[in-house]
């Protein structure tokens, strides 16, 4: 089992930035893979970015590309979400989440099997 904790969501302005931060424990050898995802109110959970945790390959959707960055730390027990040049649109509950079948197809939901409680980000204009 592999628990994980976010945390650094909040409010910010148009055009700020926020890091939020996701702390892994439990099994942790397991795991292949992290990732973000959000959720909007009324949207369906999407994929946000995703590292492999060997090697350090980093993905992106088209949407953050170029404005967050994902990382971790060398112990491995954290992941984090650097979000700049924030938008509302980037509005949403941010949930992180760990993946323990092989780093493959990283930006499905279905592929995550272990999961956060999400932490609420809110960008106002």
């Known amino acids: 089992q592999v628990q994980l904790v976010e945390s650094g969501g909040g409010l910010a302005q148009a055009g700020g930035s926020l890091r939020l931060s996701c702390t892994i424990s439990?099994?942790?050898?397991?795991?292949?893979?992290m990732g973000w995802f959000r959720q909007a109110l009324g949207k369906e959970r999407e994929f946000v970015a995703a590292?492999?945790?060997?090697?350090?390959?980093?993905y992106y959707a088209d949407s953050v590309k170029g404005r967050f960055t994902i990382s971790r730390d060398n112990a491995k027990t954290t992941v984090y979400l650097q979000m700049n040049s924030l938008k509302p649109e980037d509005t949403a509950v941010y949930y992180c989440?760990?993946?323990?079948?092989?780093?493959?197809?990283?930006?499905?939901?279905?592929?995550?099997?272990?999961w956060g409680q999400g932490t609420q980000v809110t960008v106002s204009s």
């Open positions: 989440a760990a993946e323990a079948g092989g780093v493959i197809d990283l930006m499905r939901e279905a592929r995550y099997e272990y």
């Open positions: 439990g099994s942790t050898f397991s795991i292949d893979a």
């Open positions: 590292i492999a945790w060997s090697g350090e390959t980093t």
